[in-house]
C-alpha cells in the first residue's frame, strides 16, 4: 500500500531544502547583479536555471506533505503596513 | 585601504576583491547544499522524493566541483598552497572588517509608506 502522504522526516526536511535551495536561488540571482568577472557569473546563472529547475521538483513532491494546504495568491495582509500582524 | 568609502584607495583592485567574496560565498553555499541534501536523503523514505534527493546531490556534487575549479583558476582559493589561502583569509577579513566600520547607508532606510499602499490612496477624494 503506498501511503498517500510523504512521511514526517522526510517532510520536514525536504520544508528545509526547499527553503535553502530558494535562498540559493534568490542570492545567486541577486550577486549576477555584482560581480565583475563574466566567468564567475555565468556560473552563477547556470546555478539560478538549475536551481529552478530544482525547485519546482521539489514543489511538487511538498505537495504531498500531510500538512499540505491551499497556496493563497499573496499574503493577506501586507507586511510593510503600520497595523499588520508582523509588526 | 581606510574607513572613508569615498576615497579612490579603496577602489584599488576592489572589484577582485569583491569576486573573491562573492565566489566564497557561492562555494560556501554549494558546499552546504551537498551536506544538507545528503542529510535529507538519509531521512528520505518515499521514492519519488528520493529520487529527486538523489538526483539534486549528484547535480549538486557536480557544480560544488565546477565553482572549486573555477576558483582555483581564478587564485581565489588554494588548497594546495596553504600559505596563500592564510594570506586571502586574513586580508579578507582585515577589509571586510573595515568595511563593516564604515557608514554605508542613510540612519533610516524604513523607506515606511512607500510599499504598504496604493500610491494615491492617502491623498484621497477624487484626486486618489
Redesign the interface.
Known sequence: MK?RT??P??SM??H??LN??TL?LA??KL?QG????Q??KA??Q??VE?SIQ?IQ??QS?YE?VPFQAPVPESRPE?I???G?PLQ | MNNDYLDPINALNMPEMADMTLAVDFLMRAKEGVRNTAIALTETVSPEARSLLRRQLSQGIALHQEITDLMMRKKWFHPYELTEQYQLDQLAAKNTIMIGQMNLFPDDTSRKGMFDRTPDEHVGGHQA
Open positions: 501511503p510523504l512521511a522526516h522526510e526536511d525536504l528545509e531544502v535553502f535551495k540559493c542570492k545567486s550577486m555584482l560581480v565583475f568577472d566567468e564567475l556560473l552563477m547556470k546555478d538549475q530544482a521538483e521539489l513532491v504531498s501586507p510593510l503596513n503600520d499588520g
